[in-house]
């Protein structure tokens, strides 16, 4: 009698269990639908609303035939999940500043980059997409910097890019980032259900930085030199353009968790740099990032992070890099200003 009670309760709780999962399945799938960028709006959120309740109608309806009406719910689950975990990402009307895809030619210490972005931006202007073709010698590389860009009062919310530092003084920043369409905007929730493809994006600070900085009001960008030998930083660098190249030939979704501005930079980042086990939550939330590569020894850690954030944070009326020759001499000034915001009390 115990015995028949008990497998009572179980099968009572698998079914539970069973019942909470298919409402999930649904509620996810709707969602994917949502963000299916390839069907015409209208589809996707008559989908939308349509999808989980037509799964939740088979699955809980008190009418007859409820084995059929559960089996169909199921192989309709399976068949978008299974369609929409194989999709690739689709081509679409990029904006203008993701127009073009950087790739790189590495040859023994040359790297030259192709369609290495130094777009010019004003002050309540349109940015002027520009593209260039560039090329670094390895061999002198010298150091790295963290930069991060938060996002207001959010304190999970931050974008991670890494500038890395030549002996001539030029810089090449990298920013993973959602690629934009047209009219578009930056989703965190679409980062889940493989909207946008991941854009490694490599650029100029002239453009990338001042990009933020001339928006209205500014950006906060904060800049932290990372302690690590040149030779390992230019093995990441190197690991870095080829992935670049990488994801031009065969495009990967950006996602919120698995593939974004911080986990792509981690899961490329040799272990002399940095290893970082997955079970660490600061891995997969940017918003984290300084306080884990302070952990990590990678950045200063003499000082709380959000004291070495404020001494680390360009202020906002920095000049312009019109007013200076080149990319580099703005690079330099930049660092003369966070310099000096650091010997600030």
């Known amino acids: ?51 989980p309740l037509m799964i939740l109608g088979l699955w809980f309806a008190p009418i007859e035939r409820m084995r059929l009406r559960r089996g169909v719910a199921i192989l309709v689950l399976v068949g978008v999940l299974t369609a929409y975990w194989s999709k690739s990402p689709a081509p679409q009307d990029w904006r203008d500043l ?20 130094d777009a010019l931006h004003g002050r309540g202007v349109p940015s002027t997409p520009r593209w260039t073709t560039a090329t670094f010698d390895l061999s002198t590389v010298e150091g790295m910097d963290l930069i991060l860009q938060p996002f207001g009062d959010l304190k999970a919310m931050e974008h991670v890019m890494l500038s890395f530092r030549f002996a001539d003084g030029r810089h090449v920043v ?19 259900f ?35 030998n040149p030779q390992v930083i230019r093995i990441y660098l190197e690991r870095i353009l080829r992935f670049t190249t990488e994801v031009r030939r065969k495009p990967v979704f950006y996602s919120t968790l698995t593939e974004s501005c911080m986990t792509s930079f981690i899961k490329l980042a040799p272990e002399r740099f940095a290893s970082v086990p997955w079970y660490d939550l600061r891995r997969w939330i940017p918003g984290y990032a300084l306080p884990l590569f302070q952990q990590l020894g990678l950045v ?25 020759e080149s990319d580099a001499d703005w690079s330099a000034y930049v660092r003369e200003v966070v310099a000096h915001s650091r010997e600030a009390p």
């Open 1 to 51: 009698m115990k015995a028949a009670f008990q497998d009572s309760e179980l099968r009572r709780i698998a079914l539970y269990g069973v019942n909470v999962l298919v409402v999930i399945l649904a509620i996810f799938c709707a969602l994917a639908i949502r963000y299916w960028v390839p069907w015409p709006g209208w589809v996707r959120a008559v989908g939308a609303l349509g999808f």
């Open 98 to 117: 993701h127009a073009q895809d950087a790739w790189v030619e590495i040859d023994g210490d040359r790297a030259t980059i192709h369609n290495y972005r």
């Open 174 to 192: 990298v920013s993973m980032e959602a690629r934009q369409a047209k009219g578009a905007e930056f989703d965190p929730l679409a980062g889940f």
């Open 194 to 228: 493989r909207r946008d493809p991941l854009y490694p994006e490599l650029a100029t600070e002239r453009d990338l930085f001042w990009e933020r900085l001339a928006r209205t009001p500014p950006d906060e960008i904060q800049i932290f030199p990372v302690l690590q």
């Open 300 to 324: 200063d850690a003499s000082l709380p992070a959000d004291e070495l954030a404020r001494r680390n944070t360009l202020p906002a009326d920095v000049r312009p890099p019109s007013e200076f």
